[in-house]
């Protein structure tokens, strides 16, 4: 399973990944936004839908690890490595 830092905007006016920052660690993470709001876990699942189309895999292969309740996430991909997935997210 590789591990994905996810900033993650709710409420925006599309669903898109607006690409690659780095947080106040100097992590790379992935800033993404969701129509969908913070409620009920309603933005998480539309991340978790985003991030599976975007990298064509599965829903299920897309887990909310860390960060249910935050802005910052770590999300787990399962049946893609490092390089593959940072290739699929960067081609966006």
């Known amino acids: 399973m590789v591990h994905l830092a996810v900033r993650l905007t709710p409420g925006a006016s599309a669903d898109r990944i607006d ?3 780095v947080d106040a660690e100097g992590r790379p993470v992935l800033k993404v936004r969701v129509r969908a709001r913070p409620v009920e876990g309603e933005a998480n699942e539309a991340l978790i839908k985003l991030l599976a189309k975007a990298l064509g895999v599965p829903k299920s292969a897309v887990v909310l690890q860390r960060g249910g309740q935050s802005r910052t996430k770590m999300v787990g991909v399962d049946g893609l ?4 997935l940072k290739a699929r997210l960067t081609g966006l």
């Open 81 to 84: 490595s490092e390089p593959d």
């Open 19 to 21: 690409g690659w920052d």
